[in-house]
């Protein structure tokens, strides 16, 4: 008896294990915006301070995270504008290893099936020492989920 109920007790313990692991893998396929999302309702509450959490979270996030590029090192939150609750605009400076520090850049954060997240975007930075736009962002990418791509040239 008592071997059965070693048994049994093993078994329950690798079958928690094993839900553990598979839920623990199910939140690694959830994209980043997904998981520093917030849901509406908190958002409405107060919607300047929800949007710094969210944008602290996803850089938080990026910063945590092994990247074979330049490494993101610290962000800085500018200003938040929440006069558009579709479109809640914050302007971030994103500082990289090696003192590269790019200018202020606009992330917006939208309600997508009830949470608020940020829009994931690409910027392109003029790196170029000899160009006359040197140190300055050419244009972002938007990607809002992978059927839909908006490019914004400023």
Same mark, same amino acid.
């Given at each position: 008896? %008592? ?11 690798? %079958? $928690? ?5 598979? @839920?623990?893998?199910?939140?690694? #396929?959830? +994209?980043?915006? &997904? =998981?520093?999302?917030?849901?509406? *309702? /908190?958002?409405?509450?107060? +919607?300047?301070?929800?949007? /710094?959490? =969210?944008? *602290?979270?996803? %850089?938080?996030?990026?910063?945590? /995270?092994?990247n074979d590029g330049r490494k993101l090192i610290d962000f800085e939150i500018v200003k ?5 609750? &579709?479109?809640?605009?914050?302007? @971030? ?11 202020? =850049? #606009?992330?917006?954060? $939208? +309600?997508?099936? *009830? ?10 930075? #003029?790196?170029? +020492? ?7 962002? /050419?244009?972002?990418? *938007? @990607? ?7 490019? @914004?040239?400023?």
């Amino acid at each position: 008896m %008592f071997a059965s109920t070693k048994v049994a007790s093993l078994l329950l313990v690798l %079958f $928690i294990t094993t839900c553990i692991g598979i @839920v623990s893998a199910q939140s690694l #396929d959830k +994209p980043l915006e &997904e =998981i520093t999302s917030m849901p509406v *309702n /908190k958002v409405l509450q107060d +919607p300047n301070e929800s949007a /710094k959490i =969210i944008i *602290n979270d996803y %850089f938080t996030e990026i910063m945590n /995270k092994k990247n074979d590029g330049r490494k993101l090192i610290d962000f800085e939150i500018v200003k938040v504008n929440s006069n558009d609750l &579709e479109n809640i605009r914050v302007s @971030v400076i994103l500082k990289y290893e090696n003192d590269l520090e790019l200018p202020v =850049i #606009d992330y917006s954060i $939208i +309600p997508i099936n *009830n949470n608020y997240q940020v829009v994931k975007q690409y910027c392109a930075y #003029d790196g170029d +020492p000899e160009s006359q736009t040197f140190g300055t962002i /050419k244009g972002c990418t *938007n @990607v809002v989920n992978e059927d839909q791509i908006s490019i @914004v040239v400023e």
